[in-house]
């Protein structure tokens, strides 16, 4: 498996299958899984597309870190494989953890990321990320609290 060097030093293990015409697809896996997570469906979407998976630090082949982690952090593992491959727009699609990380990518890079999509977990923080003005807006204006939670809309 390829690897690469995220800014902090930090080895990251991905994979690219497939090819097509459209965006290539980054699938985000849930906490403590690495790139299998994927392999039973990733099938469906080449022909269109192309897909990348990689391992956070900390699982499968990547370095292991004896440091604190972050959805932030795996963000960053994010943009440093796009880099490596090239990458400069991609579909993604995060489930768990990873829709998490979606969000961090999404609102950090918008530029880079869209659409997105995620499915199975909550908003990745209790207030609206610190996101670039074009981003955060939005978010600012439809986060309501209720019984002391933020409501998305």
């Known amino acids: 498996m390829p690897h690469t060097m995220t800014p902090d030093g930090i080895g990251i293990a991905y994979q690219v299958r497939g090819e097509g015409g459209e965006a290539p697809l980054l699938l985000l896996a849930g906490q403590s899984n690495n790139h299998h997570w994927w392999d039973s469906?990733?099938?469906?979407?080449?022909?269109d597309r192309s897909t990348m998976?990689?391992?956070?630090?900390g699982t499968g082949a990547s370095d292991k870190p004896d440091l604190p982690y972050s959805t932030e952090l795996f963000a960053l593992d994010a943009i440093a494989v796009l880099d490596?491959?090239?990458?400069?727009?991609?579909d993604v699609y995060g489930t768990s953890m990873g829709g998490r990380v979606a969000q961090q990518l999404a609102a950090r890079h918008p530029d880079r990321f869209a659409p997105w999509c995620?499915?199975?977990?909550?908003?990745?923080a209790r207030t609206p990320l610190n996101a670039p003005t074009t981003c955060a807006g939005p978010w600012r204006r439809r986060n309501r609290v209720r019984r002391g939670r933020p409501c998305w809309s």
């Open 53 to 57: 998976t990689f391992d956070y630090r």
């Open 41 to 47: 469906v990733r099938d469906d979407f080449h022909g």
């Open 84 to 90: 490596a491959l090239g990458v400069e727009r991609a």
């Open 118 to 124: 995620s499915g199975a977990h909550r908003p990745a």
